[in-house]
């Protein structure tokens, strides 16, 4: 059986890591394909490295561009791709504009097409994450979700009778990679000299929070005012709109760093008191890690977290700074997000579902 991996953007790299494993256990003809939607060294080739992926078979190079350009130059590309390797299964990962170029591109081909992460909803219909999974959901062949209540929204549209859960595979790729840095000092805390459980991480990328520079500002403004340090790591889209607008993305009690690979990212989170992050995959980290966490947005995806007492959804300066010097959280043994298993149950349902 061959399967085709579509990735692009840094989270589908995590999510691909134990799919790749489990994949090779099983013996499947697995084709990897980068878009090149992420091209920056500290957001793609490290995952590969550090997280044992093979090298992508096949590398389209496309690059940055406003979402019609970039998801159009993919499309086109994947079309060819889909041809030559004639795919059992395409897997589509999360909900980026490389996730939904596999989508159109397998469906228009008559290609089975299977998402991985499926059932996921903000209902913020100005999210481009959120048009791109709910298309992709739409198109798919096999709705892989990763919670009960990705599953319930899958049922909601319709989509039960395609659906399966799963369980989630960054739960099996973060317990592998915790267990491989526990005990070992955090990279991050020595190069910057911090005190342990002394300081927070933080991570701002999202278009809703980087675009408009008052918004931006206000974050800024509001984790520079915290007691501790704040150790930003920079996605390149807050880099720029920084310079461009001149805010300092040192004032205060921020420290900018560049990105993260992810095995220091975990050993850095494990270190710290708390995070602040829009990213959809740090927060769940963060909760898998015990770790507390202030999600700045209006609404998240992985409402488990929320619900547990674990994450705590800000977007005003004020409400961001008193979530964080909130009081611990209640200590939970729930497991929401799976048992670390899940990679081996995407295969088994492909081998299964396949022809
Ligand atoms: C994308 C995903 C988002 C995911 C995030 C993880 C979409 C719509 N969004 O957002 O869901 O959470 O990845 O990081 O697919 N850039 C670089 N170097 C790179 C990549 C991007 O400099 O390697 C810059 C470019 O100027 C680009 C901007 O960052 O215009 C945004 O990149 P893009 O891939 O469009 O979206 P992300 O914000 O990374």
Known sequence: MKVVSVVGARPQFVKLAPIAAAAAAANIDHVIVHTGQHYDPMLSDVFFEDLGI?????HLGVGSGGHGVQTGAMLGALDAVFDEHSPDWVLAYGDTNSTLAAAVSAVKLHRPLAHLE???????????????RVLTDHAADLCLAP???????????GLSDRSVLVGDVMTDVLHQVRDRVAGSPSRLVEELGLTPGAFHVATIHRAENTDDPAILRS?????????????????????????????????GSLIAHAPL??????????????VVTDSGGLQKE?????????????ETEWVETVDLGWNTLATDPQAITDAVRRAAPRPTDATPYGDGRAAERVVRLLLESHG
């Open 54 to 58: 093979p090298t992508p078979d096949v």
């Open 118 to 132: 499926a059932g996921l909803r903000s209902f913020n219909r100005r999210m481009p994450e959120e048009h791109n």
């Open 147 to 157: 919670t009960e209540v990705a599953m319930s929204h899958l049922a909601s549209e």
């Open 219 to 251: 974050i800024l403004g509001a984790l520079a005012s915290l007691d501790l340090p704040v150790v930003l790591l920079a996605h390149p889209r807050l880099v720029a709109t920084a310079a461009e607008h001149a805010l300092d993305l040192g004032q």
């Open 261 to 274: 690979a992810y095995p220091d990212l975990i050993s850095a989170v494990l270190a710290s008191r708390s």
């Open 286 to 298: 963060a909760f898998l890690l015990r770790v507390p966490c202030v999600t700045v947005r209006t």
